[in-house]
């Protein structure tokens, strides 16, 4: 069927806007739709940027970088490939945080996601034929938007993670974006602002729980195997009682990883791994206090725990290494209202002679002298001046990583955490940080955030065709990535920059694909990974339409 121009130009997969050439405008019936100019893409990316630099505020310039993605693929990832350090806090966190909180005054375009409804069931499998529309699928991030970022619950608003995520995968590993469907499950919710909000746009009742989820989750998961069988289920953003529930149940039958978890624990692992090589310490002499034992602090957990059976340790030697602080305060085998995650962690109050005082966060860290701080409790400000001198009185380097997202919700500012540490703590925060200038070094703070490893986990993983996700291929992730530090360099960052982003997620995706392939879980016959992953790639240039 023979698509019409206005057909053309209102897909952002096909449209090249002012760049249609003549030749083009006139096969496609599209002369005198545009003005008369032809422009390159390297001319319309520089008029693009002019227009984002006049805007004065965070969300404006997101809004009119979405405006662009909304028109033109192309052109957006062109200009996320050229500003990519600048553009990352835009498109994605912190500003992606904005951009949820007013989804519904904001709302102009649905983004091509796939709105999943509680209420119609019967519906899952259209929705995902009618989000994509025919494409191609082979990634999909998924949400229920119950614990976005650290903000809880944001009912369908949440879909804005899903895409962010996906423009990140995109612009850092060079996903084809016309592969890929953002899906949120509106299953509710409880925002009480969100239910009284006339402009909001998601199903208006409290969040569906227990039989009805699990089968939606159930329906979206068959339906999406059965249309898209060769697609990565990514996990984003689920509630703390879902999260590691989903993951179990699917994690040994389809090719999924759930973000928050895994992929928040291999970058915390790399991480960890830069800042033993500065400090020249052995990540099995290290006593890791998590602060805020949810999804990503369990997940963390499991991940450093799996690392120090790889370096050694029995289970049992290596659980002792680590100390879960939550609400209750640090974790104990009698401590009420446990997780199933957190079960595994706990400690018998015999270790500690005060074990009753230790209900907050500035007695445990006196009590277990941590040399390794982690902070996923959305608690701001919670890593107090006094908690971190308590902490840097007994030990050399302090690893501290305040990781709540976003801005105003982490634990501590990197700057403070220098200054506090005379220069001493090894930080990595959740956001980006700026280098922070003390006593004549400069210190780079390394962006401990999932967004450094899922891209190039994910397209390592699809380029490979593997048909599971498993420990393997996650440590072999952090290893690529960990450790790559300048130690000869004062105030070297514990993680490579965002600026090396395309570069190093092109690394992990290989080294992951690798992995699949000495593993024998490849669906399909692949000899050489190098040459799988970059015939994958996708580049943000004009193609022939081809149509
Ligand atoms: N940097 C990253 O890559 C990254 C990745 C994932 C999550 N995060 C951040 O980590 C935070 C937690 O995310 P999550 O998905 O694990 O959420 P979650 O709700 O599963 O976990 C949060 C945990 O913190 C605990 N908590 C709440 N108040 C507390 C208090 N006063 N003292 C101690 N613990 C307290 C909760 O009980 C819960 O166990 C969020 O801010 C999120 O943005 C960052
Ligand atoms: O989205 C992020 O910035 C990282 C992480 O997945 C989070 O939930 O905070
Ligand atoms: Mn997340």
Same mark, same amino acid.
């Given at each position: 069927?023979?698509?019409?121009?206005?057909?053309?130009?209102?897909?952002?997969?096909?449209?090249?806007?002012?760049?249609?050439?003549?030749?083009?405008?006139?096969?496609?019936?599209?002369?005198?739709? /545009?003005?008369?100019?032809?422009?390159?893409?390297?001319?319309?990316?520089?008029?693009?940027?002019?227009?984002?630099?006049?805007?004065?505020?965070? /969300?404006?310039?997101?809004?009119?970088?979405?405006?662009?993605? !909304?028109? !033109?693929?192309?052109?957006?990832?062109?200009?996320? #490939?050229?500003?990519?350090?600048?553009?990352?806090?835009?498109?994605?966190?912190?500003?992606?945080?904005?951009?949820?909180?007013?989804?519904?005054?904001?709302?102009?375009?649905?983004?091509? $996601? $796939?709105?999943?409804?509680?209420?119609?069931?019967?519906?899952?499998?259209?929705?995902?034929?009618?989000?994509?529309?025919?494409?191609?699928?082979?990634?999909?991030?998924?949400?229920?938007?119950?614990?976005?970022?650290?903000?809880?619950?944001?009912?369908?608003?949440?879909?804005?993670?899903?895409?962010?995520?996906?423009?990140?995968?995109?612009?850092?590993?060079?996903?084809?974006?016309?592969?890929?469907?953002?899906?949120?499950?509106?299953?509710?919710?409880?925002?009480?602002?969100?239910?009284?909000?006339?402009?909001?746009?998601?199903?208006?009742?409290?969040?569906?729980?227990?039989?009805?989820?699990?089968?939606?989750?159930?329906?979206?998961?068959?339906?999406?195997?059965?249309?898209?069988?060769?697609?990565?289920?990514?996990?984003?953003?689920?509630?703390?009682?879902?999260?590691?529930?989903?993951?179990?149940?699917?994690?040994?039958?389809?090719?999924?990883?759930?973000?928050?978890?895994?992929?928040?624990?291999?970058?915390?692992?790399?991480?960890?791994?830069?800042?033993?090589?500065?400090?020249?310490?052995?990540?099995?002499?290290?006593?890791? /206090?998590?602060?805020?034992?949810?999804?990503?602090?369990?997940?963390?957990?499991?991940?450093?725990?799996?690392?120090?059976?790889?370096?050694?340790?029995? #289970?049992?030697?290596?659980?002792?290494?680590?100390?879960?602080?939550?609400?209750?305060?640090?974790?104990?085998?009698?401590?009420?209202?446990?997780?199933?995650?957190?079960?595994?962690?706990?400690?018998?109050?015999? #270790?500690?002679?005060?074990?009753?005082?230790?209900?907050?966060?500035?007695?445990?860290?006196?009590?277990?002298?941590?040399?390794?701080?982690?902070?996923?409790?959305?608690?701001?400000?919670?890593?107090?001046?006094?908690?971190?001198?308590?902490?840097?009185?007994?030990?050399?380097?302090?690893?501290?990583?305040?990781?709540?997202?976003?801005?105003?919700?982490?634990?501590?500012?990197?700057?403070?955490?220098?200054?506090?540490?005379?220069?001493?703590?090894?930080?990595?925060?959740?956001?980006?940080? $700026?280098?922070?200038?003390?006593?004549?070094?400069?210190?780079?703070?390394?962006?401990?955030?999932?967004?450094?490893?899922?891209?190039?986990?994910?397209?390592?993983?699809?380029?490979?065709?593997?048909?599971?996700?498993?420990?393997?291929?996650?440590?072999?992730?952090?290893?690529?990535?960990?450790?790559?530090?300048?130690?000869?360099?004062?105030?070297?960052?514990? /993680?490579?920059?965002?600026?090396?982003?395309?570069?190093?997620?092109?690394?992990?995706?290989?080294?992951?694909?690798?992995?699949?392939?000495?593993?024998?879980?490849?669906?399909?016959?692949?000899?050489?990974?190098?040459?799988?992953?970059?015939?994958?790639?996708?580049?943000?240039?004009?193609?022939?339409?081809?149509?």
């Amino acid at each position: 069927m023979a698509l019409n121009p206005q057909d053309i130009l209102n897909n952002p997969f096909l449209n090249k806007g002012t760049a249609f050439t003549k030749e083009e405008r006139q096969a496609y019936g599209l002369q005198g739709t /545009l003005p008369a100019k032809v422009q390159t893409l390297d001319e319309q990316a520089v008029q693009a940027y002019g227009q984002y630099s006049s805007k004065t505020t965070d /969300l404006e310039k997101r809004i009119f970088l979405m405006n662009v993605f !909304n028109t !033109n693929r192309t052109l957006f990832y062109r200009l996320m #490939e050229d500003h990519v350090v600048e553009f990352m806090p835009i498109v994605y966190d912190p500003t992606v945080a904005d951009s949820i909180e007013q989804y519904n005054e904001l709302f102009v375009s649905p983004q091509d $996601a $796939a709105f999943l409804s509680v209420d119609e069931p019967e519906d899952v499998e259209a929705t995902l034929k009618n989000a994509p529309g025919g494409r191609d699928i082979r990634l999909i991030v998924v949400t229920d938007s119950e614990g976005i970022l650290g903000m809880g619950d944001w009912g369908v608003n949440g879909v804005d993670i899903a895409i962010g995520k996906l423009m990140v995968y995109t612009a850092a590993a060079g996903i084809n974006p016309s592969m890929v469907l953002p899906v949120v499950i509106d299953a509710g919710t409880n925002n009480e602002k969100l239910l009284h909000d006339p402009l909001y746009l998601g199903n208006r009742h409290e969040r569906v729980r227990g039989e009805r989820y699990y089968d939606l989750i159930d329906r979206f998961v068959q339906a999406s195997g059965k249309l898209f069988p060769e697609a990565l289920l990514h996990w984003e953003d689920f509630g703390r009682s879902n999260a590691a529930t989903i993951l179990e149940k699917y994690q040994d039958k389809i090719t999924t990883f759930n973000d928050d978890i895994q992929g928040t624990g291999i970058v915390v692992l790399a991480g960890i791994l830069g800042a033993m090589k500065i400090s020249k310490e052995k990540l099995t002499d290290q006593r890791i /206090l998590i602060f805020g034992a949810g999804t990503a602090g369990v997940g963390i957990t499991n991940q450093l725990l799996d690392e120090m059976k790889r370096q050694g340790l029995s #289970e049992e030697e290596a659980r002792k290494h680590f100390f879960l602080v939550d609400k209750q305060g640090l974790l104990f085998n009698d401590t009420e209202e446990l997780t199933p995650g957190q079960k595994a962690f706990v400690h018998d109050r015999s #270790e500690f002679e005060n074990s009753n005082e230790l209900t907050n966060l500035e007695a445990a860290v006196k009590a277990v002298q941590p040399t390794i701080m982690i902070g996923t409790s959305t608690q701001p400000g919670a890593f107090k001046e006094t908690i971190i001198k308590e902490m840097a009185a007994h030990t050399e380097r302090p690893v501290i990583f305040p990781l709540s997202n976003p801005t105003k919700l982490a634990e501590a500012k990197a700057e403070d955490l220098i200054k506090w540490t005379d220069g001493k703590a090894l930080v990595a925060t959740g956001i980006p940080a $700026a280098p922070v200038d003390y006593k004549g070094v400069t210190y780079e703070i390394g962006q401990a955030n999932n967004a450094l490893m899922y891209p190039g986990l994910g397209f390592g993983i699809i380029a490979s065709t593997a048909t599971r996700v498993n420990g393997e291929m996650l440590s072999q992730a952090s290893h690529a990535l960990g450790g790559i530090v300048d130690t000869e360099q004062p105030g070297a960052a514990v /993680l490579p920059p965002v600026a090396k982003l395309t570069e190093f997620s092109q690394t992990i995706a290989e080294v992951v694909g690798q992995s699949v392939l000495d593993q024998k879980l490849n669906r399909e016959e692949i000899s050489d990974i190098k040459k799988a992953v970059s015939e994958m790639k996708w580049e943000a240039k004009y193609t022939d339409l081809n149509l």
